[in-house]
Structure formats: C-alpha cells, structure tokens
C-alpha cells in the first residue's frame, strides 16, 4: 500500500491522504476519483508517500485513478505551488481553478475531438507573412529571437500602430518551428475575434487553442486538453490561459501587458501578468509584454534591469503617424448636451469628407444618475451604496422615461418611477451622460449619419460585436460611440477623428492608479485613428486643459509622463516603490467588517518593516447587500510582507465562524 497526498477544492490550507494499492500506478500529477464525506470527488495527487501522519486504518482509499487526460507536470504544479504561496491560497483551491470544471468533475471528459482537415500540431508551418519587418521590428525579433531556449523579460514598448503583433507573429513562426509551443495573453475585453483572425490568417494550417473565460465548458475543454497535450502550437487566451499546462513552452507573449484586467478579482487573484512572467521562468523561455504604455510596474523593472525594452517608435504602415492630440477648452467653449463646438465641427468635417470619427465616453447607459431638482433626491440601489443609472429603452428616440434603472455593480433592475418617491414631483431628470444618451444627441445634430454605439448592452454576444467591428473595419458607420470596448487594439482604416467627453472624472479621483490608466486608456483609443495615410486627430474636452498628463498626451511622451508619476509615487511611498496587500472583509453589519479588521491588526505582532493602515470602509461600502471594508499592509520587502501575511492568514479565524468573509489581495489595483 502506498499512500497519495490528494490535492482537493476545500478552503483548508492541508493535503488529504488516501491509500492506494501498490499494483494500481499513480504518479503525482494524476487526477483521482477520492470519497469526501458522503460524496466523491476529484483531487489531483501532489506526492506519493511510504506513509502518513494519519493512522492507516483510518485512510481511505481511492476510488480511481483517472487517465482520460494527461498526467499534470511536475512545472506546472510548482507554478501551481508558487500562485498558491504568493497569493495566499490553499493548494487545493488553486490547483482547482486552474482546471476547466469538467477535469474536476466526475462527468467523463467530452470525446476527443477530430483534428480539422490541415490544422495540425507538427506538419511544417506555412507561416504566411504579410510584411517585411521594418528596421524597429526587425530589431525587436532579432533580440527576442536570440533569446529563445532561456528566460528572459523583454518590454516591446511600441506606439499604437507600430506593428507589435507582427513582431509576435514572426516570433512565434520561429518557435513553431522548433517545434515548440507559443503561449499569447490579451485582455479579456481585448481578445477581439480581429486579433484571433490575424492568427489565423498568419497560421492557417495550425491549431490554435482560444482560452477564455466566455467559452462554453465543452469547448472550453477541448481547448485546455488539445494545448496540455501539446496538440494545439498556439495558445491565444485571456489571463486564466496562464494556467494550461504547456508541455513544450517556447514564448510568452502578454500583449496589452498594461491592462488591468490580466488582474484576476476574486478566488486566486492573481496578476495574469506576473504570472506570465513566472511561467516563462519556470519553462525557460522569453516573455515578451508589448504595450504602448506600460505598466508602471514593467516601466520600473526595465528602468532597474531586470526587463530589457526594446522599442518601436513609429507607426508601421506606409504613411501612416501618430495622430495630433488637442484639448479642448470648457471653459472658454460652451458646450451644448455635453459636445463643445469645435468638436462638432470636427465631426462635421469627418461626415464631408466620408471619414469616420469615434466619440468615446467611459460610461454605458442613458445618465448616471436620475434626481429630483425639486427636493434633491436621486435614484439609488436598495442594495448597493451607488446610484442607479437611467437606462433608456433599446428603441433610439424614446424617453428616458420610458426606460429603467440599472445598478452597475449589483445587476439589480427596476421601472423608472413616475414621480419622486420623496416629494411626489413628476419631473425627474437625468443627469449627466452615457454612451446612449450621446447617441441620441448625436442623432439629432447629424440626422444623415449612421451612427453605431458600441458597449455591453449594445452588443451582447462575441460574435455579434465581431460582426460589429469587422464591419467597421471596413468602413462601416459613421460616427461610432462608445466605451473601453472601442478602445483596445482594433484596427479601422477610415477612423481620422477620436473625441474624448468626460477625461476630467477621472482626473479628480482619489485612486493613486486612476492617471496611470487614463494616459493609457487615452493613448490607446486615440491609437485608433490615422492609421493609414490620412492623419489622425484626438480631441480631449476637458476643463483642465493644462494639466501635465494631457500635455504629455500631446506630445506623445510616455516616457516623461511614466517619470514624473514614478516621482510622485516614490515620494508618497506607493508601488512600485512598496509592495502592498489588502485585507478585506464583508458582512452584513459594516461595524461587524470593521471590528473583524481592527482585531486582525492586533493579532499578530507586526515586524517593523511592515505598516498596517487602520480599517476603511470601501468607498462602494455596500454592495449587492454586503458591506466592505479593507485594511492595507505596506512594506518595501516583498519577502517580509509575504512571511508575514503567510503566518496572518493561518491566524486569522475562518471566514464562516464569526458571520464575516475575508480574503487577502496581494499586490491589490483595486480599491472601490
Ligand atoms: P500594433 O500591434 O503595434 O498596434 P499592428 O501589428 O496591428 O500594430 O500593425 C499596425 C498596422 O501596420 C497593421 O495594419 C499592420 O498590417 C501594418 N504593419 C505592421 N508591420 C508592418 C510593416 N513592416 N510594413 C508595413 N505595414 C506594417
Ligand atoms: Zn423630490
Ligand atoms: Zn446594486
């Protein structure tokens, strides 16, 4: 008899030993059919030992070894082991959210699929090339090329349009000639099907393997099993892909490296982006992260040496520059339903010339708030401490009234009431814009033009905002409205105008990262414009038109913009000059959240090169329900703060005991 040391999905930071016979093979990295309870389940074995702590008659044994898929790598559980030590979680919990549900459930795993006629693993590629590198590009793939077979951390630092996919592509076709495995991480709202058709233009007779969250489980399994067999050379996924085990990694590429959705905000939350660079590690590859504005963390890692940039300064199409950035002015320009008249005309000029022009408002629905002017009163979520936002009805023209209230961060849905339920005035309004809103007063200045809204509730489905944007690839609309989701990484030949509406919401933030991801959201959606040869122009409206990160926009200067933010945030002693964490806690009593956290300070003695901030209630204090707050851990020693938060979180009680849940955010981005 030997015993197997089963890793399984329970929030206990502990193995679970099971006995085995000495005639059944079982290696670690096997998945295993194991009773818990009453029921059964399927853990992953971590070790095979001689013997366990537990007395033998006590064990039980396993139900079966499975052998449907392949048998988990000794490198992928040290990832594994890693993410669940950083982030503070228990092995078992880890390993489980790693896997597809359908590798941990009892249901046999769907039938292998039949490889599609061509789309093969090893046949030789027929990378099909549709430029040849420019001096920049050619640079870039030449460093990165001569990298490939050990780890190394390379920053692609490219403008938008300077043509970083290209050089990912032609990576990649050295990798998969090699035989090796290609892994690729986009953001979740930037794996657009465009970027998936690139690949596949540029690889059409291999499999690539997509990954993300959206997928259905069935194919979701196919994709996880064809990349863990080896099967699929290229792996082209949103964050969760980081976790697939690769047998034969050759390269990593994280593109968007910036974004802030590779950070995973619930279960393991792990930054994708890290996690991609540990992984590169572990296999003993290069990792590539492209951005056109990186992260502040990677811009400090390049400046200490630990990541090499290398960088391409100019867009790649023939004629084609960055656009010319301009503010406007509203404080001098008077601005009519939110649009100032040089911004208009902007879009006037576009409509002559039949050029298309993007109006983007980082806000969905009709208005974010419906209020009674007569007693002040505002529509807010029963649930959740936020308003309600005024959604109009699908049918454009219609009024406000006609629509109904949503609450963005609980989902909850209600009827726009008829009068205020404080004064019984019928006249509520809606105040201020979002991207529906926008279209209608666009409508009505531009009745000839086609306008197309691009947001969440525009589009619903994948495929239906594929069709969208392919459509707008080729000239389709006018004006386009919309959010994040027309901002990111989409190429549309005919885009000359960007008008940006409410940039100022977020300059006045609170949030010590809100500037860093405006100049980057900003960069990125006027990078849509003038990529081809007619120039390109952004126009910012704000009431701050002197502010140094719009000058900085204006004169494309990432750089000094990167500089000074790190010269403020090494002054106020935020990342990446300390490492931080958060601890939350949630109750149905905010004082029962708070008290949580005020004797979670005073558990354990905190050395002296940690600082513990006292306990705040999150700025949304209730949600769905729930009331939050965090307290904040800051230290500039990485290795103390994570001996220290390991030794917390085994001291602090179990969430279900006292009525309060908690989790621990290691390196946190966000604080709402
Ligand atoms: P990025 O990923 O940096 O935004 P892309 O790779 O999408 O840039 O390239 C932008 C545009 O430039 C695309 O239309 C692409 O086909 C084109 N392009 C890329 N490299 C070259 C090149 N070497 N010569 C000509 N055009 C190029
Ligand atoms: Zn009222
Ligand atoms: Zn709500």
Redesign the pocket.
Known sequence: MRVLRVALDVPVAKLFDYLIDDATPAASGDRVVVPFGARQRVGVVVEVADASAIAVSRLKPVVRVLEDAPRLSASWFEQMRFLSSYYQRPLGETVAGALPVRLRSLKPLPKRRKTAAGATADAAHQFAA?????PA?AHAIEQIGAALGSFRSFLLH?I???????VYLRLIAQVLSKGMQALVLVPEIGLTPQLEARFRRAFPDTRIAVLHSALEETARTHAWLDAARGEAPIILGTRLAVLTPLPRLGIVVVDEEHDASFKQQEGLRYSGRDAAVLRAKLAGCPVVLGT?TPSLETWFNCRAGRYESLT?PE????G?RLPTVRTVDLRIESAEHGFAKPVLDAIRARLARGEQSLVFINRRGYAPVLSCEACGWAAGCARCSAHMVVHATAERGRAPGAGSLHCHHCGARQKVPRECPTCGNVDLRPLGRGTQRVEETLAAQFPQARILRIDRDSTRKRTELARTLEGIGRGEGDILVGTQLLAK?H?FPKLTLVCVLNADSALLSTDYRSAERLFATLAQVG?RCG?REQPGEVLVQTRYPGHPLFQALIRHDYAGFAESQLAERESAGFPPFVHEAALRAEATRLEAAMAFLRAAARLLEVPDAIQVYDPVPHVITRRAGVERAQLLLQSASRPALQDFLRLWSAALPASTSSGVRWHLDVDPIEFD
């Open positions: 549709s430029h040849d590198p420019n590009q490219g938008t349009g300077s043509g970083k996919t290209e056109a391409l867009r790649a199409a023939p084609a990484g190429d990078g990529r």
